[in-house]
């Protein structure tokens, strides 16, 4: 049973352009969590989202950041006209149930750099 | 809303010697209290997690925390370090009884055990 599978693992991008991450949760498991990390920093989440709906998106920068999670495939985020202060570890959580006193499963994370 | 604070940023200390890790949170509500550990280049493994019930709490290779509620603190602790357990360290609350609950994680304290 392979768990919280993140790709890329890196991933540079050039000011400007548009960053996808995507993130597939463990079998079984319909809620997504996106948490960022900023260097020298913990994490922060960003956004709650089960299948086809946002549940909670307090986190997210009000401009250019997305996340869908659609019935099919994996969850993306998506980042659009980076900037380097994006630059982050962009980490990924799955779990069975709402709520982490169920449990989350952290992916290893996207690492993105922007140049 | 919550807040984590953890007081130390960095923690050396020598192999077999004892360990303590600071967490301290702030929370007009009741909470779940969690410690994470992240080794390099991985994503976030759940260490052990406070819910309710005894106020000490053991993981699985010898590390406990003791939720304090007066004291609003859920320190950890280890007896005996292994160099293994080189890593960074990340305490985090969430709401308790909260749908979808996100975590808040705390700045993180990075343990160096030499020999």
């Known amino acids: 049973n392979a768990g919280v599978m993140q790709n890329p693992r890196h991933l540079v991008r050039r000011r400007g352009q548009e960053a996808r991450l995507r993130c597939s949760p463990m079998k079984g498991h319909s809620h997504v969590y996106w948490y960022r990390q900023l260097p020298e920093e913990g994490l922060k989440f960003m956004v709650y989202l089960q299948k086809e709906n946002i549940i909670d998106e307090s986190g997210m920068p009000k401009e250019r950041f997305s996340a869908e999670f659609p019935k099919e495939g994996p969850s993306i985020l998506r980042i659009q006209q980076v900037v380097r202060g994006d630059s982050a570890a962009y980490f990924c959580?799955?779990?069975?149930?709402?709520?982490?006193?169920?449990?989350?499963?952290f992916g290893s994370g996207t690492r993105l750099t922007v140049v | 809303a919550q807040s984590v604070t953890q007081l130390d940023s960095q923690v050396p200390v020598f192999e077999e010697a004892p360990v303590e890790l600071r967490c301290n949170y702030s929370s007009s509500v009741s909470v779940y209290l969690f410690w994470y550990v992240q080794y390099p280049n991985q994503g976030l493994q759940l260490l052990l997690k406070?819910?309710?019930?005894?106020?000490l709490v053991e993981s699985i290779n010898g590390f406990e925390a003791e939720f304090n509620k007066s004291q609003t603190s859920f320190h950890l602790r280890k007896p005996s370090v292994h160099i293994s357990d080189t890593a960074e360290y990340f305490c985090?609350?969430?709401?308790?009884?909260?749908?979808?609950?996100?975590?808040?994680f705390g700045q993180g304290t990075e343990l160096s055990v030499k020999p």
């Open positions: 959580a799955s779990s069975k149930e709402s709520g982490p006193a169920y449990g989350y499963t």
């Open positions: 406070y819910l309710s019930g005894s106020t």
């Open positions: 985090a609350v969430s709401e308790a009884h909260n749908q979808g609950g996100k975590l808040i």
